[in-house]
């Protein structure tokens, strides 16, 4: 017997990794900062908020705590610097369990 929600499920969760924010994110460092001075700012600050949640990055909840808003180009830099540090952290780990194994397996 087949489970048709199931399926459904299966078929959504794939969708919610196709987000633009989670490609963004796992994107190539190469050109990424031309790629994000492309992008409207209002885009930059969603994934900024989407990101880190407790931030202030939208103009409405820097209005509503009292914090200046955000220029563009901050946003780029910030959100270039947030993706370098992803892929720095990564490289690190492989780096590591790569070298844990290697002296695991001596």
Known sequence: MVNKFKEKRTAISNS?????R???RESELVGLQQRLEKLEKEM????LQWNNPKGNYTDR??????V?????????????????????KRKYN???NTHAQLMFNN
């Open 16 to 20: 919610i990794w196709s987000d633009w």
């Open 22 to 24: 989670e490609q963004l």
């Open 44 to 47: 930059l600050l969603d994934w």
């Open 61 to 66: 909840k820097c209005i509503e705590n009292g």
């Open 68 to 88: 200046q808003q955000i220029s563009k180009m901050k946003a780029v830099e910030y959100i270039y610097k947030e993706i370098l540090r992803i892929h720095m």
């Open 94 to 96: 492989a780096f590591s």
